[in-house]
């Protein structure tokens, strides 16, 4: 372990017991320990980071050359080594950037070329008498746009869209229920164009469109890197936009994977939502790192998970539009630092990436928060604010909605010691014994830390901005966890055993599974189905 961790983790001994509420008798805090971008900011005051630990907390950034690695992955280096690529799906969003070559070659030419076929295609299916879009695909492949054309509900005025991702025939069924056949266009949205899921779901479109008198050929779109394999499944190369395979699934929103959420919003809203992208791009390679938004969210999820030992963080966006950015930041966090060995193959000798889970507020709070405030692990808390909402004739829910995100904060730093109680159970009436009893209960301790993101309004350069805010706060961390955040091995073995089980399940051989657990399972599931 190094000094700088060691640093850390004494600060952290030390710091256990210290009231956060004490913080701020320096009633400059909150203008220190925040920074903003644009119109962006980001709110650390209410963590119990204080200015020594911050120190370390840059000084472990800088030791980690997280500065340099980020400018090697801007410039196309191979730096997802394990499996030999660049990662570049910044050059996606790169609208008024220069050059960017990998291997030689300037790669901008053809992104932007590809964002011009989409932007054609996307505005004639937005005039044209498509009522419904289907975008299916799974993982990177479904939850960006899924996840922004919900928060985006307000631009969009483009054809319905729907996403079906998993292989349980109930999704796409439940979909395609109810629609036009000959007026849906089926996007297959699959950068491998092998997964299993997808292409279950995308053979089940053909047959449904077929077998409604629609035409596939002129109703199918393809989004991939393996056009051989779009081609040989009968898609139209015009219909096909392809991109490389240095933009990782997880990553992939900001071309081609978002045709869906482009022919929803139109080209013009995509553009807007690529320049709020490229303006945090900017900001995170200029910013000095004591204001810069990604490396700070980045240094206190490392100050609560791998310093203070909280194992899991919760995402609450006072957004009701972002109620699907928790599961999208499932993925982009727990696929991209979810490893236990590091870039030079030996065990990681700390906790990697954190558990990321969360729901839109107002509704958590009338279901998990109890275990927040009282409950006897302590869960950061990340909240995400608009100043503004988009129904200006519903002000007063808005109000609410941003008294109730600031309340939650301030109920989490300040809690309610055991002497307040007992003043609320004495006032209901209770005496002797049963006033401690019954005051224990209503004690909240308090010192539970959070964050807050601020923002104007949700529009489509705001979600831009959000998005890359969390990608590059999943880059920062992996580098100072020295972990590769692009690859994922993880999800290998169990598509390899569902593929040999397939067979027994479908019981084309009498091989029986080797572990009698499975073999159990699986004669009770042939026993049901007759
Ligand atoms: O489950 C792993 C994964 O490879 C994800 O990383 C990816 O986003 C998803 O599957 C879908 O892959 P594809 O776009 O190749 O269908």
């Not at 900011?41 to 800088?62: E, G, P, V």
Request: charged residues 20%.
């Amino acid at each position: 372990m190094t000094e700088t961790w060691k640093t850390l983790h004494a600060q952290a001994d030390a710091v256990r017991d210290r009231s956060l509420s004490e913080l701020f008798r320096d009633s400059g805090r909150p203008q220190v320990f925040s920074a903003q971008t644009g119109d962006m900011l980001f709110d650390y005051s209410k963590t119990n980071i204080d200015m020594d630990t911050r120190d370390a907390l840059l000084a472990l950034a800088r030791e980690a050359q997280v500065e340099s690695k980020r400018d090697a992955m801007f410039s196309g280096a191979t730096i997802n080594e394990t499996e030999g690529r660049a990662v570049l799906h910044t050059a996606l969003r790169n609208l008024d950037g220069g050059e960017v070559s990998v291997g030689g070659q300037d790669v901008m030419p053809e992104i932007h070329a590809t964002r011009a076929a989409m932007a054609k295609f996307a505005e004639r299916i937005r005039k044209s008498d498509v009522t419904d879009v289907i975008n299916i695909g799974i993982g990177g492949s479904d939850l960006g746009p899924a996840m922004a054309v919900a928060a985006l509900a307000p631009y969009h005025d483009g054809p319905r869209c729907h996403f079906v991702s998993n292989v349980d025939g109930a999704d796409i069924s439940d979909t395609l229920r109810g629609l036009d056949a000959k007026t849906t266009l089926v996007i297959i949205a699959s950068k491998t164009f092998t997964t299993i899921e997808t292409m279950t779901n995308a053979r089940t479109a053909r047959a449904w469109i077929l077998d409604q008198g629609g035409d596939p050929k002129r109703q199918f779109a393809a989004l991939s890197t393996a056009q051989d394999r779009t081609e040989a499944f009968g898609i139209d190369p015009v219909h096909v936009f392809g991109f490389e395979d240095w933009v990782g699934g997880r990553y992939s929103v900001w071309g081609p994977i978002g045709l869906s959420m482009m022919i929803a919003i139109g080209s013009k809203a995509f553009d807007a939502f690529l320049r709020g992208a490229q303006a945090m791009d900017t900001h995170f390679r200029a910013a000095s790192l004591d204001e810069n938004l990604p490396v700070l969210l980045a240094l206190t999820g490392i100050w609560h998970n791998q310093i203070c030992g909280y194992a899991t963080r919760a995402v609450l966006p006072y957004d009701e539009r972002l109620h699907k950015l928790p599961a999208y930041l499932q993925q982009l966090e727990m696929e991209s630092n979810g490893k236990g060995v590091r870039m030079d193959g030996t065990d990681s000798p700390r906790h990697t990436g954190p558990i990321v889970w969360g729901a839109a507020g107002t509704n958590g709070q009338h279901a998990f928060y109890q275990l927040i405030h009282q409950g006897t692990r302590v869960v950061p808390c990340e909240f995400l604010l608009a100043a503004r909402g988009h129904e200006p004739d519903l002000h007063h829910h808005h109000q609410l909605l941003i008294a109730n995100c600031l309340a939650q904060s301030k109920a989490l730093m300040e809690g309610r010691s055991l002497d307040e109680a007992r003043a609320i159970v004495e006032a209901k009436g209770f005496t002797g014994d049963d006033i401690d009893r019954q005051a224990r209960h209503r004690v909240f301790h308090g010192n539970r830390p959070s964050t807050t993101l601020l923002y104007p309004l949700l529009d489509p350069f705001t979600l831009g901005q959000i998005i890359v805010l969390y990608e590059h706060r999943v880059f920062v961390e992996g580098v100072i966890l020295g972990i590769n955040s692009f690859d994922q091995w993880g999800v290998e073995l169990g598509k390899e055993l569902a593929t040999s089980l397939q067979p027994l399940v479908e019981g084309q051989t009498d091989a029986a599974p080797e572990d009698p657990s499975t073999a159990g399972l699986l004669a009770f599931i042939h026993t049901h189905q007759g």
